[in-house]
């Protein structure tokens, strides 16, 4: 199972850290996904987990950063400079069987956590 947490209503130029704690069957890559309303699910990070190698959709390069902590299971989203077009609810996801950027490979979703941004 997957917890994410830490989404809020924020202004632009913010902070924001999210969370996604994970349960049962932890050993392995977990990634974040994101929707605005309206939009499709697109890819934003992924962290594989024997690596650690980091993976980022190009269009957050530089402001996001994906980081887990193994000793409790949890994965990290921390965004800097936030932009009213980084409104989404946030997923995490967990146990990718292929594209890490594809929604449909990822086999554990968390249930998303909500992130406004005011202009």
């Known amino acids: 199972q997957l917890q994410a947490s830490g989404g809020g209503l924020v202004q632009a130029g913010d902070s924001l850290r999210l969370s996604c704690a994970a349960s049962g069957r932890t050993s392995i890559s977990m990634g974040w996904f994101r929707q605005a309303p309206g939009k499709e699910r697109e890819f934003v990070a992924a962290?594989?987990?024997?690596?650690?190698?980091?993976y980022y959709a190009d269009s957050v390069k530089g402001r996001f950063t994906i980081s887990r902590d193994n000793a409790k299971d949890t994965v990290y989203l921390q965004i800097i400079s936030l932009k009213p077009e980084d409104t989404a609810v946030y997923y995490c996801?967990?146990?990718?069987?292929?594209?890490?950027?594809?929604?449909?490979?990822?086999?554990?979703w968390g249930q998303g956590t909500l992130v406004t941004v005011s202009s």
């Open positions: 996801a967990a146990d990718p069987q292929g594209t890490y950027s594809s929604p449909k490979t990822w086999r554990s």
């Open positions: 962290i594989a987990w024997r690596s650690g190698t980091t």
